[in-house]
């Protein structure tokens, strides 16, 4: 069963071209993970230039936000356990491998049919099961994410690149944290991150945050020193 299923995805992303395998290392537990993801970032961004929501394939590249929050999900195991968590903008699926090494209940999602695929696929290989998923765009109002209910646990890596990306986020967040629940927000220190934690602890969300200097996959990221910050906010109850 799981190879057909291995088949099927592989076959839904003959249009993504060439892939290939890159080794991921999660930091503080130092889980090695094997990596699906496309060799031609280019043919995807000219597919981007088409779309006109403009939206650009982040979910091609390995960031070094959520190999960070992959590895705290693994890192915090315990008690993550059973529970259900919502990742939104799973990408490759490495947090999503985590979360289902951590034995989650794992939804993800994405507005891209080629990242929910190559999650997926990514998944099975390296946990031997896939989460469920939905395709969706958070930005937009009322989307099929906003009305997945509320979860204990929503994870989110680097989702924040522009400051278009704040109000659908805050907006999203009043509908998928439960009241007293967690946002697990990883990100490298872009403004529109900043602004949109400032205001969530305007509105009483709390939580501690922890940096992780990697290293990354990526040599360059390395040279740069690049820094993610973790912030596990939680939601106050009233």
Known sequence: MADSRRDELLASLVSVGPLRFERVILPWVGERLDIIRPSELDRLLDAAERDP??????????WPSGIALAGLVVREAD????????EIGCGLGITAIAALLAGANLLVSDYAPEALALCALNCLDQTGRA??????????????????????L??????LYEARDI????????????????????E???APAARFIDALKERGWTGP?????GPWPDPED???????EIHRLRRPVD
């Open 79 to 86: 008690l993550l356990r059973g529970m259900r968590i919502l």
């Open 167 to 186: 109000e659908p986020l805050h907006e999203l967040t009043t509908h998928v944290v439960a009241p007293g629940g967690a946002l697990w927000l990883a």
């Open 188 to 190: 490298p220190g872009r």
């Open 154 to 159: 929503v994870l989110a890596a680097d989702v």
């Open 209 to 213: 945050s922890e940096r992780c200097a």
């Open 222 to 228: 390395n040279c740069k020193g690049v820094v993610v």
């Open 53 to 62: 929501e403009q939206n650009l394939p982040y979910w091609a590249e390995l």
């Open 131 to 152: 989460p469920e998923a939905i395709q969706a765009n958070w930005r937009e109002p009322d989307s099929a994410i906003a009305r997945s209910g509320a979860f204990p």
